[in-house]
């Protein structure tokens, strides 16, 4: 069996008892600081602070909704339509191989955040993967995050 070791996220995942990540920073007007890449009606698309790849991306909407099965067809319709903006954005910004779109539906899933559904958007390069993350318990991103956020705003409101 192979296991996909993500160290980086221990700090995130391990914090006690917090409140929703993502109603927590919709609520707040900092949208840079909070990584918030673009506010739709139903929903919004956000850089992820511990990212598996360059550019990973978050979809959520704005309602504090658990399954995929109860958000109304206008979040469902805006949330696919967030998601297809964050494709080409990435593609023009990034010009990445491939993605890894998913979404992960409770804890035994592997959702950080159970409570609050989100889609993953995630970059990959032929060859993205190396020894880094198995020797040295480190994730080489060639990008800041800071970066890579002004970088996917400026495109996504180009396409």
């Not at 929903?43 to 511990?50: A, D, K, P, S």
């Not at 309602?63 to 593609?91: C, P």
């Amino acid at each position: 069996m192979k296991i996909l070791w993500a160290p980086w996220r221990a700090s995130y995942v391990e914090k006690p008892g917090e409140n929703c990540i993502f109603c927590e920073k919709i609520r707040e007007n900092r949208d840079g600081e909070n990584l918030i890449v673009l506010r739709g009606q139903r929903g919004f698309i956000m850089l992820n602070r511990y990212p598996y790849n360059t550019g990973h991306l978050m979809i959520a909407p704005y309602r504090h909704v658990a399954d995929m099965e109860d958000l109304a067809e206008d979040e469902a319709m805006e949330i696919f339509k967030l998601l297809m903006e964050s494709i080409k954005a990435l593609k023009k910004t990034f010009k990445p191989d491939g993605f890894n779109i998913g979404v992960n539906l409770g804890r035994v899933a592997g959702a950080g955040v159970e409570g609050h559904v989100h889609f993953h958007v995630v970059p990959r390069w032929l060859g993205d993967t190396n020894f880094m993350p198995v020797t040295a318990n480190t994730k080489v991103m060639p990008i800041s995050l800071e970066e890579v956020y002004e970088r996917v705003r400026r495109s996504i409101k180009l396409c």
